[in-house]
T-cell receptor
Framework: KQEVTQIPAALSVPEGENLVLNCSFT??????LQWFRQDPGKGLTSLLL???SQREQTSGRLNASLDKSSGRSTLYIAASQPGDSATYLC?????????????WGLGTSLAVNP | GAGVSQSPRYKVTKRGQDVALRCDPI?????LYWYRQALGQGPEFLTY????????KSGLPNDRFSAERPEGSISTLTIQRTEQRDSAMYRC?????????????FGPGTRLTVL
């Protein structure tokens, strides 16, 4: 059974710092891995999607890496800003058969202080 | 439409009542997913559709929960005889490819409170 763990659960940093959020998963047979952002009272916003054959994806100040064999992904945020404050969720999509459902971590709650 | 919409945004109901939650996906999107999210938890998969066909309903908690997407567009999640434990945020997502293997776009959710 796939399990997704995110570390740390919460993180508070001063503005301008570079930071790393970690995601680990127990079953390496994944189709893809996605990072989402969740803001209070709003929906989930997809940040980056990494296919199982890829090693990393970049979007602006965000970079996500995937090491499928070790069951790990990291989300790197460069030069953090107060607007980056949100909960960041990692989700993996299974590969077996028609198992096309996302399994989610509990998220990392990020606070970037001015 | 411009994005995924859900209605109502908030629903308060009494225990034992039936509720119907609606999801309007992005126009042309093939896959539609339903999730449930409790406070402080990650989303939990409920069910998904490719076009009008329900592909996987393994996440539905029990037979009080059902979903349909009769014309391959709008979907309705119905909860019969609601219980307090059904209180949660119900989220809908759509994606352009069958199986939802590309980016999933989420709606704002419906906050259900069962008294």
């Amino acid at each position: 059974k796939q399990e997704v763990t995110q570390i740390p659960a919460a993180l508070s940093v001063p503005e301008g710092e570079n930071l790393v959020l970690n995601c680990s998963f127990t079953d390496s047979a994944i189709y893809n891995l996605q990072w989402f952002r969740q803001d209070p009272g709003k929906g989930l916003t997809s940040l980056l999607l990494i296919q199982s054959s890829q090693r990393e994806q970049t979007s602006g100040r965000l970079n996500a890496s995937l090491d499928k064999s070790s069951g790990r992904s990291t989300l790197y945020i460069a030069a953090s800003q107060p607007g980056d404050s949100a909960t960041y969720l990692c989700a993996v999509m299974g590969r077996a058969g028609n198992n096309r459902k996302l399994i989610w971590g509990l998220g990392t709650s990020l606070a970037v202080n001015p | 439409g411009a994005g995924v919409s859900q209605s109502p945004r908030y629903k308060v109901t009494k225990r034992g009542q039936d509720v119907a939650l609606r999801c309007d996906p992005i126009s042309g999107h093939v896959s539609l997913y339903w999730y449930r999210q409790a406070l402080g938890q990650g989303p939990e998969f409920l069910t998904y559709f490719n076009y009008e066909a329900q592909q996987d309903k393994s996440g539905l908690p029990n037979d009080r929960f059902s979903a349909e997407r009769p014309e391959g567009s709008i979907s309705t999640l119905t909860i019969q005889r609601t219980e307090q434990r059904d209180s949660a945020m119900y989220r809908c997502a759509s994606s352009s490819l069958a199986g939802g293997t590309d980016t999933q776009y989420f709606g704002p959710g419906t906050r259900l409170t069962v008294l």
